[in-house]
Nanobody, 115 residues
Framework: QVQLAESGGGSVQAGGSLKLSCAAS????????MAWYRQAPGKQRELVAR???????SYADSVQGRFTISEGAAKNAVHLQMDNLKPEDTGVYYC?????????WGQGTQVTVSS
């Protein structure tokens, strides 16, 4: 298990921006992918964005063009810049990391977007 520390999140009005950050210890080797998931009340957890092999990225269709996942300055750190937020982006956002094929999860951070 990889310990993940999340920060950011909060409440914002529609059209606003937030930035989430996630980091694991830079001494950990073998993390091949980091990603952000979210879970809205009463819904299943869904993939929002991921960064993997040679800094490739992929996004859920619902956030494409509004969210940007990027590597942090430190090893094993990622950011999720969320722009033009919509009420449907509300939920608990979880950071994940895959190391040697095994996923680990952060505790989650709440994002609330009001209309």
């Amino acid at each position: 298990q990889v310990q993940l520390a999340e920060s950011g999140g909060g409440s914002v009005q529609a059209g606003g921006s937030l930035k989430l950050s996630c980091a694991a210890s830079p001494r950990i080797l073998g993390i091949s992918e980091m990603a952000w998931y979210r879970q809205a009340p009463g819904k299943q957890r869904e993939l929002v964005a991921r960064i993997f092999e040679e800094l490739q990225t992929s996004y859920a269709d619902s956030v494409q063009g509004r969210f940007t996942i990027s590597e942090g300055a430190a090893k094993n750190a990622v950011h999720l810049q969320m722009d033009n937020l919509k009420p449907e982006d509300t939920g608990v956002y979880y950071c994940s990391a895959i190391r040697l094929g095994v996923p680990s999860w952060g505790q989650g951070t709440q994002v609330t977007v009001s209309s």
